[in-house]
């Protein structure tokens, strides 16, 4: 049973440029949250997904989007990248009928350097 | 959105018990306490959540106090592999976790 697969695992990109991270969910999880981890901080909740639309929202402008897919898998799109957005871009899927288990589980992550 | 508070970083002999603080004085009454850990630049892992009784599962053990404004992890046989980044967060959502900067552990030989 495959976990959280993200792609692309390292990516470089220009100011200016726009970027999508691609993210498949656990097996049998219908509910995608995205998190930015800056370097030496911890993730920071920037939305999440479930019946593909957005629920719930963090503190991230709107040059930060995202769309979710009939089959759960979901997007990230970033335009006009600015250097702070320098990361590593974290993908987590969960059960929204599976209960309070607090199993969050948590792909590898995108790396994304922005020069 | 309740914010929690834990020491930067800590040091534990290989073997004995890990005990990881954390403050949480802003949390409600229905919001859960999880801790995850962090190894490397790898995803989070999920090690345990409470609401108001202390847990234990086969990794760790949480006590929450009775005012639920605090809580300690416990690692009670630390090893080598357990040195990590130890977030303790409080969810302000459903699956919204707010992360702070975590407790970077490290077990010594």
């Known amino acids: 049973d495959a976990g959280v697969t993200q792609s692309p695992t390292h990516l470089i990109k220009t100011r200016g440029q726009q970027v999508t991270l691609r993210c498949s969910p656990k097996?049998?999880?219908?509910?995608v949250s995205w998190y930015q981890q800056a370097l030496g901080q911890g993730p920071q909740f920037i939305f999440q997904?479930?019946?593909?639309?957005?629920?719930q929202r963090g503190n991230f402008p709107d040059r930060f989007s995202g769309h979710q897919f009939p089959n759960y898998s979901s997007e990230l799109n970033v335009n006009a990248l600015l250097l702070g957005d320098s990361a590593l871009y974290l993908c987590?899927?969960?059960?929204?009928?599976?209960?309070?288990?607090?199993?969050?589980?948590f792909g590898e992550g995108s790396r994304l350097t922005v020069l | 959105d309740a914010k929690t508070t834990q020491p930067t970083s800590m040091d534990c002999a290989e073997g004995r018990a890990a005990n990881l603080p954390c403050n949480h004085s802003t949390i409600s009454g229905n919001e859960y306490v999880y801790w995850y850990r962090q190894i490397h630049s790898q995803g989070p892992q999920y090690i345990i959540h409470g609401l108001k009784n202390n847990e234990t599962n086969e990794m760790a053990s949480l006590i929450i106090t009775e005012d639920r404004k605090s809580s300690t992890l416990i690692l009670p046989h630390a090893t080598l592999r357990d040195t990590a980044v130890y977030y303790c967060?409080?969810?302000?959502?459903?699956?919204?976790?707010?992360f702070g900067t975590g407790t970077r552990l490290k077990v010594l030989a």
């Open positions: 967060i409080v969810e302000s959502g459903t699956y919204k976790y707010i």
């Open positions: 997904y479930y019946e593909e639309e957005e629920r």
């Open positions: 987590a899927s969960s059960p929204e009928g599976g209960g309070r288990t607090g199993e969050l589980f």
């Open positions: 097996s049998g999880h219908d509910t």
